[in-house]
């Protein structure tokens, strides 16, 4: 196993952090004590506070889209199937997801700082997952044109998300129902 890199280690230890006592437990001081490191490295690595919950959730979606991609490359002829296969391993991840739930279970004062970075501010998140999938879609041959296939993935990218912030139903199921709503769009 590869050893882990400093930011790599304050990142893991963020994360314990927030999912055993709160993000409003967590400080750069707290931080740099449960590594074993100044505090002054923990800014130098990574930054404020704010930049440290931003480079939690952007590690967490890249761990994200790399289910995504695994999906779409266990399903090289079969879009639907992707499709499927992509969202019910994202809803899955997301429903064993600590740190997800950590966020999203968050109801007062600092602790719910971390919800934005889902939400309201969840630009890069949306953007990155969908750059993902319009990557992985091009390999298959869909006959929709570009803005219609742009949107496409979009309603499929924002559904996805929609039922990891507020599952519905299980992972097998709501994926199965995901692919069966783009199976109709993608005719």
């Given at each position: 196993?590869?050893?882990?890199?400093?930011?790599?280690?304050?990142?893991?230890a963020?994360?314990?952090?927030t999912?055993?006592?709160?993000?409003a437990?967590v400080t750069?001081?707290r931080l740099?004590?449960?590594?074993?490191?100044?505090?002054q490295t923990?800014?130098?690595e990574?930054?404020?506070k704010n930049?440290l919950?931003?480079?939690?959730?952007?590690?967490e979606?890249?761990?994200?889209?790399a289910?995504v991609?695994r999906?779409?490359d266990?399903?090289?002829?079969d879009?639907?199937?992707?499709?499927?296969?992509s969202?019910r391993?994202?809803l899955?991840?997301?429903?064993?997801n600590?740190?997800?739930?950590?966020v999203?279970?968050a109801?007062?004062?600092?602790?719910?700082?971390?919800l934005?970075l889902?939400?309201?501010?969840?630009?890069?998140?949306?953007?990155?997952a969908?750059?993902?999938?319009?990557d992985?879609?091009?390999?298959y041959?869909v006959d929709l044109?570009?803005?219609?296939l742009?949107?496409s993935?979009?309603?499929?990218?924002r559904l996805?998300?929609?039922?990891?912030?507020q599952?519905?139903?299980?992972p097998?199921?709501?994926?199965?129902d995901?692919a069966?709503?783009?199976e109709?769009?993608?005719?």
């Amino acid at each position: 196993m590869a050893t882990l890199t400093l930011r790599d280690r304050l990142l893991e230890a963020a994360v314990e952090l927030t999912t055993t006592a709160g993000w409003a437990k967590v400080t750069m001081a707290r931080l740099a004590d449960e590594v074993g490191v100044s505090r002054q490295t923990v800014y130098n690595e990574i930054g404020t506070k704010n930049d440290l919950a931003e480079a939690m959730v952007l590690r967490e979606l890249d761990r994200f889209l790399a289910g995504v991609t695994r999906s779409f490359d266990e399903n090289p002829d079969d879009l639907v199937a992707a499709i499927r296969d992509s969202a019910r391993r994202v809803l899955k991840y997301a429903q064993d997801n600590a740190l997800l739930h950590a966020v999203v279970s968050a109801t007062h004062g600092a602790d719910t700082e971390l919800l934005p970075l889902l939400t309201t501010h969840s630009e890069y998140l949306l953007e990155g997952a969908k750059l993902v999938v319009a990557d992985r879609v091009a390999a298959y041959d869909v006959d929709l044109p570009p803005d219609r296939l742009a949107a496409s993935i979009d309603m499929v990218v924002r559904l996805v998300l929609s039922h990891v912030m507020q599952p519905s139903a299980d992972p097998t199921r709501t994926g199965d129902d995901i692919a069966w709503i783009a199976e109709r769009v993608l005719r």
